[in-house]
């Protein structure tokens, strides 16, 4: 089936902007989590979202992020005022949770997010 | 506070060599889980293996094998007879049970040369 989707592949901004970057999970998957990837490091924890219980932002760097998710389908991270350092590849994953069988996380390709 | 540690940035065999990447982790946790992924050039993270911390029993499949050490918090990662196709960055990362929130390390780029 359908793996994790995200949009845009590729997105340059200027400083000071602000950008949306948008994940589909796969179908059925309850839990989903953002991951930021700043070139040549691993993966930092974000935010998580499972079913409708309050997300865990602990990994949120600043105000400037949010993201928000509908239900049990598409998340969209938000990055207001966007700064050089927020230059990364922006990774969503999505897993299934179903009462207490939990699967592995599958990862989508990532948002490549270039601040000029 | 949880941890991964992969102390190898970089590591450079040729084509059939054996290879081993190391991965020590830190967690107060008694149940987690760890986790190996592969992130070949194109940039996909692929998931390679789920280890429960309960279950430490070593695991092979075909050319790849991990060795899961509790006593000494490390769960390495064995290729035999390396292929350029394994090429790639590959991570360590570990999760607790309840969010399956992953904490990875900073990832071992293995370069196989022909």
């Known amino acids: 089936g359908a793996g994790v989707s995200q949009s845009p592949s590729n997105k340059v901004t200027e400083k000071g902007k602000d950008v949306e970057l948008r994940c589909d999970p796969i179908?059925?998957?309850?839990?989903l989590y953002w991951y930021r990837q700043r070139l040549g490091q691993g993966l930092e924890f974000l935010i998580y979202f499972q079913g409708n219980s309050a997300p865990d932002k602990s990994g949120l760097p600043s105000d400037r992020f949010s993201a928000e998710r509908t239900g049990e389908s598409v998340s969209t991270l938000t990055i207001q005022r966007t700064q050089q350092e927020d230059s990364a590849v922006y990774l969503c994953?999505?897993?299934?949770?179903?009462?207490?069988?939990?699967?592995?996380?599958?990862f989508g390709p990532g948002t490549r997010l270039t601040v000029l | 506070a949880q941890k991964v540690t992969q102390a190898q940035t970089e590591i450079s065999v040729v084509e059939k060599e054996d290879v081993t990447l190391d991965c020590v982790y830190e967690?107060?946790?008694?149940?987690?889980?760890l986790f190996w992924y592969k992130q070949p050039p194109s940039g996909e993270l692929v998931f390679l293996i789920r280890r429960n911390s309960f279950d430490e029993q070593n695991e092979i499949s075909g050319r790849y094998s991990w060795n899961f050490q509790k006593s000494t918090s490390s769960f390495n990662f064995t290729i035999t007879a390396s292929q350029v196709v394994d090429s790639a960055v590959y991570f360590c990362a570990l999760s607790d049970i309840d969010t399956d929130k992953l904490i990875f390390g900073t990832g071992t780029r293995l370069q196989v040369f022909p």
């Open positions: 179908s059925g998957h309850t839990a």
């Open positions: 967690t107060r946790d008694t149940t987690y889980y």
């Open positions: 994953a999505s897993r299934e949770v179903a009462g207490t069988y939990t699967d592995t996380q599958y």
